[in-house]
């Protein structure tokens, strides 16, 4: 892993000034290496575990492809009818069936295919914040809570800031307000925006190889080392792009949960009849 990284930062600040600057030059003369481990008919699966390992506070896919890296973000609250596990909330999904489960889950619901997994316990967000020098971020409002079972302590003063550590932690797990797991969506896209513009810079790209180290045991994922690589060089040359699953709150059982509006999952009927023939299918069992 720490190859890839290594490698992929090298060519990221290159790679991303010539295509910025819109220069032509001879295929020969400059060769990414990883081009060929980049995949850019897959999202990737990016979960934020919580203290205990267990359900996930942060569920997003992640896709790099046509000069545009886009991030869809999942509600944890998200209602699931699970033909494996039954009615939950999405961010339930990992603790039962791990994130094949919720590749598996998403991808159906989304209607795209997700290939790979990377899963960040919050708890190295403290560590990776130092690496980075913090990340600088508008807090919207007052922000107070402590929950002593999970080791959560929340002070935050509204205003332009920079956050990192303990406080960046705080900030993107807090939700204790009207706008409940939403605000936190909106509140992690702050910081999403924040880390994206800070860490494709090439001063900052360098660090990567540390903010891994940080990270330690914290961070797992089934890319290997050029898949990494590829991915990095990949966003170095693109812009962002985010967007939350829309939808509404309800209540069943008791539960509060997200009714979400997955996009509609489109078939081309008009291709040898396979939609129609779905439609029978569907239709008579």
């Not at 890839?4 to 930062?9: E, H, P, Q, R």
Request: charged share 20%; hydrophobic share 40%; glycine share 12%.
């Amino acid at each position: 892993m720490v190859m890839g990284l290594s490698g992929g930062l090298m060519l990221a600040g290159p790679l991303a000034g010539l295509l910025r600057s819109g220069l032509v030059m001879d295929a020969k003369s400059i060769t990414n290496p990883f081009s060929a481990w980049v995949d850019t008919d897959q999202d990737l699966l990016v979960l934020g575990s919580d203290v205990g390992g267990g359900n996930t506070d942060v569920m997003l896919t992640l896709r790099v492809a046509n000069g545009h890296t886009t991030i869809t973000q999942v509600p944890r609250d998200t209602y699931i009818n699970s033909p494996r596990f039954g009615p939950l909330k999405a961010n339930a999904l990992y603790a039962y069936g791990g994130a094949d489960a919720v590749k598996e889950e998403l991808s159906h619901r989304l209607g795209r295919p997700i290939g790979h997994h990377l899963l960040i316990n919050l708890g190295a967000i403290r560590r990776m914040g130092d690496v980075l020098g913090g990340v600088e971020v508008n807090v919207p409002k007052r922000m107070y809570y402590v929950d002593n079972s999970q080791g959560l302590s929340i002070d935050l003063q509204p205003g332009l800031q920079t956050l990192k550590g303990r406080d960046l932690e705080g900030f993107l797990r807090w939700r204790h307000d009207e706008m409940g797991d939403i605000g936190r969506i909106d509140r992690q896209k702050l910081v999403l925006n924040a880390l994206f513009t800070k860490l494709i810079r090439p001063e900052h790209l360098v660090r990567l190889p540390s903010l891994l180290a940080a990270a330690g045991s914290d961070v797992k994922t089934d890319l290997g080392p050029m898949q990494i690589g590829g991915l990095i060089t990949a966003m170095a040359a693109t812009t962002l792009s985010i967007h939350q699953i829309g939808g509404r709150p309800f209540d069943q059982n008791g539960v509060s949960y997200w009714e979400a509006d997955w996009p509609a999952v489109s078939t081309d009927s008009s291709a040898s009849g396979d939609g129609a023939k779905d439609s029978r299918y569907r239709f008579l069992f």
